[in-house]
T-cell receptor, first 109, second 113 residues
């Protein structure tokens, strides 16, 4: 049901950029792409979302492919506090989020 | 102030018991949700309420009954608890359909023994 595919895990060195990929080849024209992250023992936290254009906020950037079948979450400078599971989610019309298994990001000091 | 608060944080109970988890949000959001996260960390939506009215009810046993006394509260009551109900339950809220994001609580870890 999640309709997104992400690598199970990734590693990054501290203070370096991180690119977290997500494939959503069956995306429809009205599906928003959302990213959340979940730190250990906490609830998911909203990171960013977009529809067609690239998006930036204080936490991250979201690069969306022209055909919208993939996207990349960019953390510009990874810190130890960014170690978490990152979920790429398609938001369907209505109030339904389906979380996949996400990418577990390890940040190496 | 905690935006979305759930109580209790931990709940250990025996099979067959009835228990409730409470959720409150102080963000002024009009939509609230319950999610279940199983041992494999998969998050699945259970219920969604908008202005106290049920709008999503996924395939959940009818032992689970949500109650929304007002739009700031969404409680989850579980009857006749089973071992398979052990999981972390997250409450969340959003304004409208959540296009600008959901805010999640910190979770309630339910263990049925």
């Amino acid at each position: 049901d999640a309709k997104t595919t992400q690598p199970n895990s990734m590693e990054s060195n501290e203070e370096e950029p991180v690119h977290l990929p997500c494939n959503h080849s069956t995306i429809s024209g009205t599906d928003y792409i959302h990213w959340y992250r979940q730190l250990p023992s906490q609830g998911p936290e909203y990171v960013i979302h977009g529809l067609t254009s690239n998006v930036n906020n204080r936490m991250a950037s979201l690069a969306i492919a022209e055909d919208r079948k993939s996207s990349t979450l960019i953390l510009h400078r990874a810190t130890l506090r960014d170690a978490a599971v990152y979920y790429c989610i398609l938001k369907y019309t209505g109030n339904q989020f389906y979380f996949g298994t996400g990418t577990s990001l390890t940040v190496i000091p | 102030d905690t935006a979305v608060s759930q109580t209790p944080k931990y709940l250990v109970t025996q099979m067959g018991n009835d228990k409730s988890i409470k959720c409150e949000q102080n963000l002024g959001h009009d939509t609230m949700y319950w999610y279940k996260q199983d041992s494999k960390k998969f998050l699945k939506i259970m219920f969604s309420y908008n202005n106290k009215e049920l709008i999503i009810n996924e395939t959940v046993p009818n032992r689970f009954s949500p109650k929304s006394p007002d739009k700031a509260h969404l409680n989850l009551h579980i009857n006749s608890l089973e071992l398979g109900d052990s999981a972390v339950y997250f409450c969340a809220s959003s304004q409208g359909s959540g296009d600008y994001g959901y805010t999640f609580g910190s979770g309630t870890r339910l263990t049925v023994v």
